[in-house]
């Protein structure tokens, strides 16, 4: 079973699917020796399933129409 959380070498090894392009890339950085902060990847499939939650399902479907220059306004922060 893999872990839910993935450092940089893992994440490398765990490939593009398990952890998402931006995970992936971070990982494939830090392999090849450019800085990249310590850290690492909560893996896609947690991701996938917290956004199933309810909660977390009717905010992502509230913010889901919102356009760029429309998240900095104060109505957004009400968003219930």
Not at 9 to 37: S, T
Not at 57 to 68: G, I, K, N, P
């Amino acid at each position: 079973m893999m872990p839910l959380i993935l450092n940089w070498p893992q994440a490398y090894e765990a490939g593009l699917r398990a952890c998402g392009g931006k995970g992936h890339h971070l990982a494939k950085l830090q392999r090849y020796g450019f800085p990249v902060p310590d850290g690492g990847v909560v893996v896609a499939n947690v991701y996938r399933q917290l956004m199933r939650a309810p909660v977390l399902a009717e905010h992502a479907q509230a913010v889901s129409t919102l356009r760029a220059e429309e998240v900095t306004a104060p109505t957004v922060s009400r968003i219930p």
